[in-house]
């Protein structure tokens, strides 16, 4: 049997978060009819992790939504995992940074009409863990590769500097008066959507249940699933 896949949200008081999480989802199950899939999140909405692990039985895979290192994966899925005592479980890393997610922004960046030539703002959440930062700045160089080299400036919704506006006014003071904001949320929320209202050109939507994420999920559990003949579980039946 394959480990259950547990898909880990952090969760959103944005009643469209659940939805596209679950479209997501759908898309996963659709890849790989045969694995059981189910999602948990961190907190706001239901199923929240702990219940998710507490139905779970055998072994787990924790694949968390998540577009870089921080707090939560760092700490908050650990600390999930030791007390599900009764699973054998594995953390998966976070989805980002991947060519796949920039497969995802580049794309949803057409769709918002990002034009040759024009600046983008790459807006995430933030977070005080430093690794997150570099997480993002990792993402954001490779996404100005992808653009054809027009510059990506990293900026962030909370926690960290730049914000997404000041980012946007940067970007004026070097002659680009026409800044588009590609969204690095797996799912709207309160955070995408202020980051978008700074845009002054075309303001891209979330990444959502877009395909290149759900073969990302799939990637990071075959990855953690692939380290088991190498590194011990994290609990133990």
Do not use: Q
Not at 76 to 92: E, F, K, M, T
Not at 183 to 192: E, I, L, Q, V
């Amino acid at each position: 049997m394959h480990p259950t896949l547990v898909a880990v949200a952090h969760g959103s008081r944005d009643p469209r978060a659940p939805h596209t999480v679950l479209a997501l989802l759908e898309r996963v199950r659709e890849l790989r009819p045969a694995l059981d899939v189910r999602l948990g999140h961190i907190e706001l909405n239901r199923p929240l992790l702990a219940d998710t692990l507490r139905d779970t039985a055998g072994a787990a895979v924790l694949v968390p939504l998540l577009l870089g290192r921080g707090t939560h994966v760092k700490r908050d899925l650990p600390a999930a995992a030791a007390r599900a005592a009764h699973l054998r479980i594995r953390i998966a890393g976070p989805l980002g940074p991947h060519p796949l997610l920039v497969e995802a922004l580049f794309e949803r960046l057409l769709e918002a009409g990002w034009t040759p030539g024009t600046a983008v703002v790459l807006a995430s959440a933030g977070s005080l863990d430093p690794d997150s930062a570099a997480d993002t700045r990792r993402a954001a160089g490779l996404l100005s590769e992808r653009l054809g080299g027009v510059p990506v400036v990293p900026a962030y919704a909370s926690a960290a500097a730049p914000s997404v506006p000041d980012a946007v006014r940067a970007l004026a003071a070097r002659g680009y008066h026409r800044a588009a904001v590609a969204s690095y949320f797996a799912a709207p929320g309160r955070f995408a959507s202020a980051s978008a209202a700074a845009a002054t050109g075309p303001a891209a939507a979330p990444l959502g249940a877009h395909p290149a994420l759900a073969r990302l999920v799939l990637r990071r559990y075959d990855e953690a699933v692939a380290r088991r003949a190498r590194e011990p579980e994290l609990a133990t039946a």
